[in-house]
């Protein structure tokens, strides 16, 4: 994005939104800052004309001087009431400022010529070609290049025109060579003067250009940092704070297509949900989801899984994508656990308003999946397709009719057996499955209160003839 911004720097229009008014807000700085140069200037050379001796200058030289330094001091009372609100951008003031400076110096020159020294006051005092130099680089504050090219332009047309101007006028000799001490000018002395005076219009759009590069780049890393930010906000809802860290440092290994992965996936799902919800009114039901899923992600991400996606009322986690972690399976059954603890608390609150517990069933089960952003170019997502997957969210069904809470596969039970307390069902039909698969019951901690403990119901009462959704 930043080599973009640097190829575009000079084209205004084409720049993003919230730099171009980062470079609006840097020009306007600028543009007050010279404003107070400006005024101080102005200030200062009233103080000369004002205090000096009334035979120090002629009373036509006097006038144009005032004349010049009233106006000029008019004019920075204007752009000080003009950018006294510091959200406003007027993109032509720089070009009125720098053509009012520069004009007003050479009016100031006109009253030089009009003086006891005349022609000689212009071309060999230094005091008016410094001051019109110090406003030529003055116009690299406004960091547009256009605007110091501008200025530089300015005092070769005006100083060309005066030139000539004194040089067909005849009022002085003009010598082939240097006149330092004596009547006459030199015109390629007066050449040089104007020459090196509007130079520095062009050091000023050099200034301009390396600090408007400056500035772009500047804009454009802290609205990096800002979009960083805002995608980390947005990714901390899906992922763990460790997983949003690898997703931001390696963005392209989560590109548009999927990668086969081992990963460990979790459904879990309310159950009765529809009869809650009509003992209560929409926004309760809304508010209560809110608070139910608030305190399951957070496990999920304490866990290190991911969330999937929202199912309803239900919730779909992975563990061990998009990047590997630590015995995922574990983790997964450690989350499930931790969901039934958590709940309790919730249950009791519901208690208390006289509404009904909220139980949830849970399948787990681990193996290959194809793992990416899968979808459309218009639209696409995250997530997890295979096998895999639909064995776990047929688990989770299936704690229906067994009257459990913590389903698991022989996959996922030969990586926690001995961590946790299960107890095998045996070996159960499920749609999609030509053969019966073994499937374990979880057992709950002991936190767990009695009525939403795990059923302990033989695995003979399920035979395995018997197909579950």
């Known amino acids: 994005m930043l080599e973009q911004l640097k190829k575009r720097f000079s084209s205004r229009g084409g720049l993003p939104d ?8 840097q020009e306007m700085a600028g543009e007050r800052l010279v404003n107070y140069v400006r005024a101080a200037f102005v200030v200062s050379s009233f103080s000369t004309v004002l205090f000096v001796a009334e035979d120090a200058q002629t009373p036509l030289a006097n006038t144009i001087y005032r004349v010049m330094l009233s106006t000029w001091l008019i004019y920075a009372l204007i752009v000080w009431w003009l950018l006294r609100k510091r959200e406003h951008y007027y993109r032509w003031l720089k070009y009125l400022s720098i053509t009012v400076d520069v004009s007003l110096l050479y009016v100031g020159m ?9 022609v000689y006051e212009v071309f060999r005092s230094p005091v008016t070609w410094v001051a019109l130099a110090a406003f030529n680089v003055l116009a690299g504050l406004r960091y547009s290049v256009i605007a110091g090219l501008y200025s530089a332009g300015l005092v070769m047309l005006y100083g060309s025109a005066l030139l000539a101007y004194v040089r067909f006028a005849g009022t002085v000799p003009w010598a082939t060579q240097s006149v330092y001490i004596g009547p006459g000018l030199n015109a390629e002395e007066c050449i040089y003067t104007m020459v ?3 130079i520095n219009g062009v050091f ?13 780049r500047s804009a454009a890393e802290s609205l990096a940092r800002e979009r960083l930010e805002q995608d980390r906000d947005r990714l901390a809802k899906y992922f763990s704070k460790d997983v949003v860290d690898l997703v931001l440092n390696d963005p392209g290994s989560i590109g548009l297509g999927g990668r086969r992965m081992h990963a460990t996936v979790l459904f879990a799902d309310i159950r009765n949900f529809t009869q809650l919800s009509t003992m209560m009114q929409p926004e309760e039901v809304v508010d209560l989801l809110n608070r139910y899923f608030s305190m399951m992600v957070d496990i999920v991400f304490a866990n290190g899984g991911t969330l999937d996606k ?25 989350t499930a656990l931790e969901m039934l603890d958590a709940l309790q608390g919730l249950n009791h609150e519901l208690e208390a308003r006289g509404m009904l517990r909220l139980d949830i069933g849970v399948g ?3 193996g290959a999946v194809v793992a990416g952003n899968i979808g459309s170019s218009q639209r696409h997502e995250y997530t997890v397709i295979g096998d895999t997957v639909n064995l ?46 073994e499937v374990f019951a979880v057992m709950p901690s ?5 009525p939403t403990r795990i059923s302990l119901l033989p695995p003979s009462t399920l035979p395995p003839s018997t197909s579950y959704p």
């Open 110 to 118: 006109i009253g030089g010529l009009n003086n006891h020294s005349g």
């Open 392 to 437: 776990a969210a047929r688990l989770e069904a299936l704690n229906k009719e067994t009257r459990t809470q913590v389903l698991v596969t022989s996959a996922v039970h030969e990586t926690i057996q001995g961590v946790f307390r299960t107890r095998s069902l045996g070996r159960l039909r499920i749609r999609g499955k030509p053969e019966p698969i």
């Open 364 to 366: 787990i089960n681990c």
């Open 310 to 334: 929202f199912l309803g009322d239900g919730l779909m986690a992975l563990f061990g994508v998009p990047y590997p972690i630590e015995k995922p399976e574990e983790r997964a059954v450690r």
């Open 204 to 216: 000023a759009a050099v200034i301009a250009s390396n600090s408007r590069k400056l500035i772009l």
């Open 446 to 450: 002991e936190a767990v209160p009695e």
């Open 196 to 198: 090196f005076t509007a």
């Open 18 to 25: 919230g730099i171009r008014n980062i470079l609006q807000a």
